[in-house]
């Protein structure tokens, strides 16, 4: 079989995975980097062996010899790089979330399908093993239907003030509610109706990054189930594990619990602290990549309704984080509001601002 020939926008922390990965992966191979640090980029290039180096993206898009490219930079400028190499008839692999406004979501869907490209997302939950094992016993019937669910993701404060020098410029609903939200579309197998969030801001504000702290969410799906969400990056640095990762899921005739952070499967202590390690998500064995993330990224060369698939998906998703965006707030106060969704997954009415001072 002939080597996907892969290009990598941003030779971030991530870029380095999505590089790693593709290097042991036996049918693609990494060709093309572009960072706009164009000695990052170089020395990136030099530590995996790649030949095409590009300071702009544009460049890349009509000069690269690749096939595909993953596209791995801060979430708010997916939009135009995205659409430029779909114009270039290149294959799409887009760190989530997808898009940061509604807007770019339905500019990228229309240069994605009018060019025939396929595209994919990096929700790797879907390749999680203790996730697709409650998938799996759902989807078997014998427990009835879903009544409620839970999803806890979080990230310590190291993720927006040390690992993300743009975090200001995004939000944890968009970094990790995006993860969050397509576990419990696919695990629930629909899509929301209604939402009503409230969220938290001050105390990364006071920290010197200017994004929301937390945000906490409760969903009616169309099937009558109902979810809450948690997503925040305040989360302690003494925390165990980066993130801390829960879920829980109540149906007619069971229940399913996951603790995708504190395990006990792997810990490890030293005289400062113990550390939970993740081997599931990016573990390597031999060198070699062997975590869900290889099998997620494997994937987009798997389905062929890709485009499809996801995007009828993230329209809900986009539209939700749309939202977010439009009803932002001062400083320490609340924000609620309640969104209803119609069939394609559009928000209809109305959501209002609260001003109740939230305690500290």
Known sequence: MEKIKMGIVGAGIWGETHAHIYSTCEHAAVVSVCDRNLEKANEFASKFGIKEVYQDYREMAAKSSCDAVAIVTPDYLHADIAIAFAEAKKHLLIEKPLATT???????????????????????????????????????????KAVNAYIRLNDTKYVPTKMLSWAAKSSIIWFLGSHSLDTLNWLLDDVPEEVYCISHKGLLQSMGVDTDDVFLSTIQYKNGAIAQMENGWITPLGNSCINDFKFNIVLEKGKFDIDASSHNLVKMTSEERIITPDPMVSNHILGNGKGLLMRAYAALWISSSAVRNFMCLLRTLCAYLWHWYVFSSPPGTAVRFKCIFDKSGVPQGSGERGHEQLRR
């Open 102 to 144: 509604r807007e770019d979501v339905y500019r990228m869907m229309e240069s994605i399908d009018r060019n025939g490209v396929r595209a994919m997302v990096d929700l790797h939950n879907r390749w999680s093993p203790p996730f697709h094992a409650v998938k799996n016993e759902i989807a078997s019937g014998n427990y009835g």
